[in-house]
Every structure is written in C-alpha cells, then in structure tokens.
C-alpha cells in the first residue's frame, strides 16, 4: 500500500514513524514534510494548500491513501477536491470533507452543533460587525472571565480570555471592527468561562462506527508552571492519570455517541480524527472545542502508545469496515517534551544547526520545525523538536524525556523542565 501524509510538522512526523513499521506499507510520502520525516519516507515539495499538486502525484504514484495531518486543507476542502474528480475515486481520503471540518473550522456551527445535539459545553452567544452594540450590551451582564473566540481558523491565536468587561469589549470591538485577527474575527463567539482541567481525547471514526484512542495532556503555556505566553503546545502525557475508565465512559456516552450520531443525523459524512478538547468540572466532561485532526504535541504521545497497526486502522477508515479492525493500546506512559527556539512564540530566528541528535537512544525524536540544509540538520521554525520517551510509570517517561531533551543542542534552545509533574499527586502509590 502506497501512502501520502499531507503536513510538516510534529504530528506528521509521528504518523510517518508510525506507519512506517507497517507491514502493509510498499511506500511513503510526505508532503512537504521535514528533516524528521524523510527517515521514513519520501519528502514531496508540495504546499499543503496545493490541492492539484497533491491530487496529480497520488495519481502518477499510485497512492491509496492519503493522510491530511494539519487544519487548513480540511477546511479548505481537500478531500472534496478528490471526490469531485473522476480520476482520483480510487484513493481514499482520511480527513473529513469541508461539511464535516466545519467543527473546527468554524466555532459557530460547532456551538450550534453541540446545543442541537445536546453535547455539554459552555453557553456562548455569537456577534457580528453589525450586532456589535448587542454584543457590547450581552458583555454587561457576562459573568467574569469572558472567553472571546474568533469564528474562524486564526493559526491557534484566536481565543482571548478577558479578566474584566472593559476588556473584553476593547477586544470584540478589536476583532469586528478592526479584524484584529482578519476574516477569522467576522464572527465572534462569547463564550462562559469553565475553570476545572484540561484533557485532550481522540476518536477515529468511519463516519458509521468509531475507536477511542488514548487520551492526553497537553502544556499551552511557554514558561515553567504554566506561565507565560499561550504556544502551539511545549509537551503532552499519555495517558492522563485522572481520567479513569469511569471518567472516560462519561466521555463516550455524553460527548462521543451524541457526536458520532449528531453528524449522521445531518447527513455529514466523516472520516478521520475528531479532538475533543475537554474541560472537567466537577468530575464532569465539557466540550470546549473540536478539532478534525489529531493535535499537536500531543499525537506524539498518543501515536506510540498504540500497539496495533496504524495502517490496518486507517484503511478501515476508508473501507468503512472499522469496527472490524482491533485497537490495542500499551499500558505504558509516554511523555513528550518540546524543543522551541528562542524567542518562541514571539520573534525568533530560523538556521541555528542542530546537534546532539545521534546521543538520544531511549526515546524517540520527532522533527517539527526542521529542514536539511548543508549537510546538516537546521531548525526552521518555532517548535522544533518533540522528544518522546515511553516508560512503565509516569516518573521514568518524564525522566527519560527530560534527559533525552538535553541531549540536543542548538542555538537559542529552549524546553520545559516541569511538563508532566503537576500530574504526579494523582500517581496512587
């Protein structure tokens, strides 16, 4: 089987790490791609957006899937540009088409769609440049923190949480009126605060059937203790110790079945990975947010734990016969840890050489932000490396990954040392 990942990132780099120890797999692709990436595969310098490009080297390769890691080609309407040609019927398309992606890509229609299918989440209310003066009156009597959310993709940059109402009205004013965050702010959701814990849970599904696969936690901010600077993401743990198998139930039974038979419901048809991004209150599950992809860094916790093969499961999802497949999962932890440049997430400067890579032999480096130049491994941008160990406890992964992590030197190097500790007191002795 011939196989196409569609990315550059993290997350790509752990899926081609994946498949690649698939027996099913004849050859691999990944397009663009990173320095990571080509140690399994065959870089390809396509754009990720470049959806003719794409289409004409699946063809001319005999690619029978193709695997969409980031967003925007989801919600550009990827895979509906394969279903629209004739010539490209045969190759299947794991992503959802644009029906389906509009869960992440717009936070309207995946607040509708949670009320309408009666999905737990925190009430919101939606403004435009011409309901402004409504939005400034709602802002009023909104209890405080006020969550503002730009409606469209905004590259992870689109959520303000405001401490007060002054705030919070400069910032909607910001959004609609001064595209703070362009065509993405032309909408705005106001949305309830919810204070409780974060935790990440992924599903792939068929559009019919579904797998829960392990879930995880991830570390938004850039500084030691969760301080600082919102990022893309400084490192993740799988599996999360307070989401018991009592807790996760709650999971499926309240957010993932209402999700799964919400979308056949409205004739969405859906083939890929749907992120749940949770919020626990009081010991129970709210949905902030999907994604219709799996996240970043936390794939790269998630993936190696997966025992069964990647590739048996992926072309369930395109055969439609996934409830067929077995998913079987370590029992092990895994932790990953973030390398970024200086300066990340703000300014920061690309081409600082690599080194150290060759000394890290218990856990696995996943490229991010790399590329070869010269001869030589160079960063190329803001997270750069995600180093993964895989342990019998929660301590040894974080150990192992945090040692791993200083193994590697560039320029400018920065990682977290903490990610993954404040998890610790939920470790039963």
């Known amino acids: 089987m011939n196989i196409l990942i569609v990315g550059s990132g993290g997350r790509e780099c752990a899926f081609a790490w994946k498949i690649s120890q698939s027996k099913q797999i004849d050859k691999l692709y990944i397009a663009p791609g990173n320095a990571g990436t080509g140690i399994y595969g065959t870089n390809v310098p396509l754009k990720i957006t470049d959806f003719e490009g794409i289409a004409n080297f699946s063809t001319e390769n005999a690619i029978d899937i193709v695997l969409v890691g980031p967003e925007e080609p989801l919600v550009k309407g990827i895979h509906d540009y394969f279903l629209n040609r004739p010539d490209l019927a045969k190759i299947a398309v794991v992503g959802p ?25 925190a009430s919101s209310e939606t403004f435009t440049k011409e309901t402004l003066q409504e939005g400034l009156a709602y802002l009023d009597s909104h209890s405080l923190p006020i969550v503002l959310k730009a409606d469209g993709l905004a590259a992870g940059k689109g959520v303000l949480i405001c401490q007060s109402r002054e705030e919070a009205k400069t910032e909607l004013k910001a959004m609609l009126m001064d595209a ?179 000394n890290v032999h218990e856990s696995i480096v996943f490229h991010a932000g790399t590329t070869l130049k010269d ?34 030197f560039y320029n400018g190097r920065y990682f977290r040392t903490d990610i993954g500790f404040d998890l610790m007191k939920y470790i039963k002795n």
Request: glycine share 10%; charged share 25%; proline share 4%.
């Open 375 to 408: 001869g030589t491994v160079q960063t190329n941008g803001g997270r750069v490396l995600a180093v993964t160990a895989l342990e019998n406890s929660l301590f040894e992964a974080l150990q192992q990954a945090t040692a791993d992590s200083g193994r590697i």
């Open 180 to 358: 703070k965050f362009g065509e993405a702010g032309d909408m705005v959701v106001v949305e309830q605060f919810l204070n409780g814990i974060e935790l990440s849970v992924f599903v792939l599904t068929d559009g019919v059937s579904y797998k829960i696969l392990p879930s995880a936690k991830d570390y938004k901010r850039i500084g030691e203790g969760d301080k600082g600077l919102n990022t893309g993401g400084m490192g993740s743990i799988s599996p999360v110790p307070f989401a018991s198998d009592e807790f996760l139930k709650k999971v499926e039974d309240r957010i993932i079945i209402p999700t799964i038979e919400g979308l056949k419901k409205e004739e969405i048809p859906y083939k890929g990975f749907i992120f749940l991004g949770l919020m626990i209150v009081n010991d129970d599950p709210y949905l902030i947010e999907y994604n219709v992809r799996m996240g970043d860094p936390e794939t790269e916790s998630v993936l190696p734990r997966i025992e069964s093969d990647l590739v048996d499961l992926l072309s369930g999802v395109a055969n439609q016969n996934l409830h067929e497949k077995t998913l079987t999962l370590s029992n092990k932890t895994a932790a990953t840890i973030v390398l970024v440049s200086g300066g990340y997430p703000e300014k920061y400067e690309n081409g600082k050489v690599i080194t150290g890579l060759e």
């Open 97 to 121: 088409q644009q029906a389906g992606a509009q869960l992440e890509g717009s936070k309207d229609f995946s607040k509708r769609f949670m009320n309408k299918h009666g999905i737990p989440t």
